[in-house]
C-alpha cells in the first residue's frame, strides 16, 4: 500500500487530455513537500517530468503539467500522443516516515 | 553529457550480499548526493536510500535501514549500493539516480537488474 495513491490506469484517445491524481496526506503534500513526476517507458530508465509541483524540465513539451492543491497533485497530459504510453509516478517526501515516497504508478494507455 | 552508467546484471544465492556500482560523469560528482530507486517486476518504483557525495552522510528507507550501506568514491566518482542477506523479493532493478531536485532526482542511471534465487 503505497504512502501516495494514484489510480492503476488512465486512458484516452489520441489528442485528447488526460489527468493522473496523486492523493497524499498531511505528512507529505499537504505537508507542503515538493511533488515530482517521473514517466516511465518501457526498457527504459524513468525520467523527470514535472518538478517542484509545476517546473517542466526544458526538454519536456508544454503539454505535461502539474498542479497541486491541499494534500493532492495532479499531471495533466493534453494532446496525447501514442509515445506517452508508460508508468508515471508520483513522488514527495514524508516527514512521519522520514522517507521518500512514490505513488503506486499509474498505467497511461492511448487508445 | 549528464550520465550514470551502471553496474551489469548479478545473480546471487538468498543470505548472499550484492554490490551495485553507478558511475558518474558530465558533472561535479562531489557536489550532489545519489539515491538508489528499486522496481520489482511486476511493481512500482521504491525508494532505497541516499548517500551524499559532499559528506558521504546516508539516509536509507526504514525498510532497508538494517541491510543497506551506501557510499561514494570522488577519485572515482562513482556510488555504490551493498544490500546484504537477500531475498527472492529483493529481485529487482535497482536505479541510481542524481539528487539534483529538492528531495527528488534528476538524471537516472540505466538499472542494473539483481536476480536472487537458489
Known amino acids: 500500500q503505497s504512502v501516495l495513491t494514484q489510480p492503476p490506469s488512465v486512458s484516452g484517445a489520441p489528442g485528447q487530455r488526460v489527468t493522473i491524481s496523486c492523493n497524499g496526506s498531511n505528512s507529505n503534500i499537504g505537508a507542503g513537500y515538493d511533488v515530482h513526476w517521473y514517466q516511465h517507458l518501457p526498457r527504459a530508465a524513468p525520467k523527470v517530468l514535472i518538478y517542484?509541483?509545476?517546473n517542466r524540465p526544458s526538454e519536456v513539451p508544454d503539454r505535461f503539467s502539474g498542479s497541486k492543491s491541499g494534500s493532492s497533485a495532479t499531471l495533466a497530459i493534453t494532446g496525447l500522443q501514442a509515445t506517452d504510453e508508460a508508468d508515471y509516478y508520483c513522488?514527495?517526501?514524508?516527514?512521519?516516515?522520514?522517507?521518500?515516497?512514490f505513488g503506486g504508478g499509474t498505467k497511461l494507455t492511448v487508445l | 553529457q549528464l550520465q550514470l552508467v551502471q553496474s551489469g546484471g548479478e545473480v546471487k544465492e538468498p543470505g548472499a550480499s550484492v554490490k551495485v556500482s553507478c558511475k558518474a560523469s558530465?558533472?561535479?560528482?562531489?557536489?550532489?548526493?545519489f539515491s538508489w530507486v528499486r522496481q520489482a517486476p511486476g511493481h512500482g518504483l521504491e525508494w532505497v536510500g541516499w548517500?551524499?557525495?559532499?559528506?558521504?552522510?546516508?539516509d536509507y528507507a526504514q525498510k532497508f535501514r538494517d541491510r543497506v550501506m551506501m557510499t561514494t568514491d570522488t577519485s572515482t566518482t562513482t556510488a555504490y549500493m551493498v544490500l546484504k542477506s537477500l531475498r527472492s523479493d529483493d529481485t529487482a532493478v535497482y536505479y541510481c539516480?542524481?539528487?539534483?531536485?529538492?528531495?527528488?532526482?534528476?538524471?537516472w542511471g540505466q538499472g542494473s537488474t539483481v536476480t536472487v534465487s537458489s
Open positions: 548517500v551524499s557525495a559532499v559528506n558521504g552522510q546516508t
Open positions: 539516480a542524481r539528487n539534483g531536485l529538492t528531495n527528488g532526482v534528476d538524471v
Open positions: 513522488q514527495s517526501y514524508d516527514r512521519s516516515l522520514s522517507d521518500w515516497v
Open positions: 517542484s509541483d509545476t
Open positions: 558530465g558533472f561535479i560528482f562531489s557536489n550532489f548526493a
